[in-house]
T-cell receptor, first 114, second 112 residues
């Protein structure tokens, strides 16, 4: 079965600092990969996705992620964090074939210090 | 284009009752999926509907059910509520099952 690991439960960065959130997946073939962000009391907003092609994908709000097949990773990055980026971030994977549901990691809570 | 809408946003029920949650997908989207989010279990897949047919079902008891209407709107029902059913229930829609999913704001269900 596929699984997603986000090893960092909580990360704190200062505003203006760079950010990298880690995500590792377990799946035999190349999965479809996603990053979502959730603000308190809200639903999930899609930041970016990887289906195929260029392994460096750009998303909204200045985020990017890099797919590394050899490391089974899909880490999310942002060069300069803004206070409004404080939220919970979820990495998700979806298989191909008939099972199209998303499997989510446990999330990383991001705190941004002024 | 309007996003995914879910009603109601908040709901309080007591054990043993049943509840129905509603989801209206983005216009033109035909696939609707439901997820349960709790602090302990995280985000878990409940089921997916496409063109009024359930395509996939997660590992939840039969008390959890759903349906989809011809206009792609979907409802999920939970019967005989238990305290552990307290959660944020999220609905997501996509154009087809192979496209990215867009989430609604969720329905916060509290079971007392």
């Amino acid at each position: 079965a596929q699984s997603v690991t986000q090893p960092d439960i909580h990360i704190t960065v200062s505003e203006g600092a760079s950010l990298e959130l880690r995500c590792n997946y377990s799946y035999g073939a190349t999965p479809y990969l996603f990053w979502y962000v959730q603000s308190p009391g809200q639903g999930l907003q899609l930041l970016l996705k990887y289906f195929s092609g260029d392994t460096l994908v750009q998303g909204i709000k200045g985020f990017e992620a890099e797919f590394k097949r050899s490391q089974s990773s899909f880490n999310l990055r942002k060069p300069s964090v803004h206070w409004s980026d404080a939220a919970e971030y979820f990495c998700a994977v979806r298989r191909g074939g008939s099972a199209r549901q998303l499997t989510f990691g446990s999330g990383t809570q991001l705190t941004v210090l002024p | 284009k309007a996003g995914v809408t879910q009603t109601p946003r908040y709901l309080i029920k007591t054990r043993g009752q049943q509840v129905t949650l509603s989801c209206s997908p983005i216009s033109g989207h035909r696939s609707v999926s439901w997820y349960q989010q709790t602090p302990g279990q995280g985000l878990q897949f409940l089921f997916e509907y496409f063109s009024e047919t359930q395509r996939n079902k997660g590992n939840f008891p039969g008390r959890f059910s759903g349906r989809q209407f011809s206009n792609s709107r979907s409802e999920m029902n939970v019967s005989t509520l238990e305290l552990g059913d307290s959660a944020l229930y999220l609905c997501a829609s996509s154009f087809t099952s192979d496209n990215e999913q867009f989430f609604g704001p969720g329905t916060r269900l509290t079971v007392l």
